[in-house]
């Protein structure tokens, strides 16, 4: 017979699990060896994943001012990192792009990024990492789910 276990020390348990999974840093992006400071990290990792977006487009994303992530943008394009294009629908508007430069490195985050999540899941067979990988899709879409409701508070 299975031996139920009070929320509260699942809460305790996972507070305790995620505090020691923490330390490996699993699926953040990888700093200090780019030499780049994490908004700026965070900047070319939100192009990569959305390019040829507007600078209003990038603002919200990174939850930022337009005028923040104007002076970012244009100090990254100032040193080789992003380029503006025009935009084909719009000629008044340009739109943001990586670099080869910046996609040199996007491809060294992406390498240590999974390298570490590698590690992580090869402590699991086969099933164990399918089913954690559902429990987390679950729990992280219903947390997302209350996220704008006045019940969620974190």
Not at 104 to 113: G, H, L, R, V, Y
Not at 119 to 144: C, N, P, R
Request: proline share 4%.
């Amino acid at each position: 017979m299975e031996q139920k276990i009070s929320t509260s020390q699942y809460e305790d348990q996972l507070s305790e699990l995620m505090h020691r999974m923490q330390q490996f840093r699993l699926g953040e992006i990888p700093k200090g060896r780019f030499d780049l400071s994490y908004p700026q990290i965070q900047l070319l990792w939100f192009v990569n994943k959305n390019p040829g977006k507007h600078l209003q487009d990038v603002a919200d994303g990174l939850q930022v001012t337009a005028p923040t992530a104007s002076v970012s943008i244009r100090r990254m394009e100032d040193d080789g990192w992003l380029e503006r294009r025009p935009d084909p629908s719009d000629g008044r508007a340009t739109c943001i792009f990586l670099t080869n430069k910046s996609m040199q490195i996007i491809e060294k985050m992406q390498s240590a990024k999974l390298k570490g999540i590698r590690l992580f899941l090869d402590q699991l067979s086969g099933t164990e990492q399918k089913q954690l990988v559902e429990l987390m899709e679950k729990a992280i879409s219903g947390m997302e789910k209350k996220k704008n409701t006045s019940t969620y508070a974190v």
